[in-house]
């Protein structure tokens, strides 16, 4: 199973992200678990500095953006 993590404090992008990674996963048809961390120290324990960020099971992939949805794909199956 794949932990999806949405980095961030709560704003509209990262309520989008969070939105855009869930479609993504349903999409691909994998077993998976979203979390939102809202928690500035753990953001920062995570090396993030720019939100919304997304993680795959702990391993930050990418911050301070949205990608598509096809983009999202490929870092959530890790063919990216």
Do not use: H, W
């Not at 048809?29 to 324990?45: F, L, P």
């Not at 939100?51 to 391993?59: D, R, S, V």
């Amino acid at each position: 199973m794949k932990r999806i993590q949405v980095l961030g404090m709560g704003c509209a992008k990262c309520g989008k992200l969070y939105a855009a990674a869930e479609c993504a996963a349903k999409e691909l048809g994998i077993e998976y678990e979203m979390q939102k961390i809202a928690d500035m120290s753990k953001i920062a324990d995570m090396g993030v500095m720019m939100t919304p960020a997304l993680a795959i099971n702990g391993a930050v992939k990418f911050a301070g953006r949205i990608p598509s949805t096809e983009e999202l794909k490929k870092i959530i199956s890790g063919t990216k």
